[in-house]
């Protein structure tokens, strides 16, 4: 079952490759959608994927690139919007 799954992270995640490292996971996951940092330092990953493989992301995010120190990840569903690849969102 396909699934989406908007996810914050936060804490040191700007500056320490975190959006690389996670079009890395979503790539080997088979994961679709996209990743950004936000406004306030941090970032946004949206996950459209197989419902296991979403959940493995999710934990992955708890640690992210190896020079991240996540403060906090928060999870909400969104809704699947049919993502054909990942893409890092850059402004």
Known sequence: M???RMI??????????YRGSAREQCERLG???EVK????????????G????V???ITWCYY?????EVKEVVVKEGIV?????????RF
């Open 2 to 4: 396909i699934i989406n």
């Open 8 to 17: 914050s992270i936060t804490g040191k995640v700007q500056g320490v490759f």
């Open 31 to 33: 994961i679709h959608g």
């Open 37 to 48: 940092n936000m406004p306030d330092g941090s970032v946004l990953l949206i996950a459209e």
């Open 50 to 53: 197989e419902e296991e493989a």
């Open 55 to 57: 959940h493995t992301l």
């Open 64 to 68: 992210g690139s190896p020079r991240a």
């Open 81 to 89: 919007k049919g993502y054909k690849d990942f893409k890092v969102i």
